[in-house]
């Protein structure tokens, strides 16, 4: 069982910026993928940026490529999503996410683990 809880979100003004943690319980983090989901108001979840189990393969949206780094400290069981030139679609919930195995996964059923959810409002 691993339990996730993020922190860091809140309200920033669009070309700002906010670093996302997700902290991680137990003793298998380090062989987890991790993500980070965003849902906006209504039923759809996508995904923003995932890393492997030891940082060497990373994933980003085109939506957030070159501005969103998502990285992972395995003695910490955390990991980060570092959010630069925010804009006002970027406004969403951000979720952290774990999947077992040493894939990259990018869809949201391929995930075992989720955290509760991080309130992220960009304003313009």
């Known amino acids: 069982q691993v339990q996730l809880v993020e922190s860091g979100g809140g309200l920033v003004q669009a070309g700002g910026s906010l670093r996302l943690s997700c902290a991680a319980s137990?003793?298998?983090?380090?062989?987890?993928?991790m993500g980070w989901f965003r849902q906006a108001p209504g039923p759809v979840r996508d995904v923003v940026a995932v890393?492997?189990?030891?940082?060497?393969?990373?994933y980003y949206a085109d939506s957030v490529k070159g501005r969103f780094t998502i990285s992972r400290d395995n003695a910490k069981n955390t990991v980060y999503l570092q959010m630069n030139s925010l804009k006002p679609e970027d406004t969403a919930v951000y979720y952290c996410?774990?999947?077992?195995?040493?894939?990259?996964?990018?869809?949201?059923?391929?995930?075992?683990?989720w955290g509760q959810g991080t309130q992220v409002t960009v304003s313009s």
């Open positions: 996410a774990a999947a077992r195995g040493p894939m990259v996964p990018i869809t949201r059923r391929d995930y075992d683990y």
């Open positions: 137990g003793r298998t983090f380090s062989s987890y993928a």
């Open positions: 890393i492997n189990y030891s940082a060497s393969t990373t």
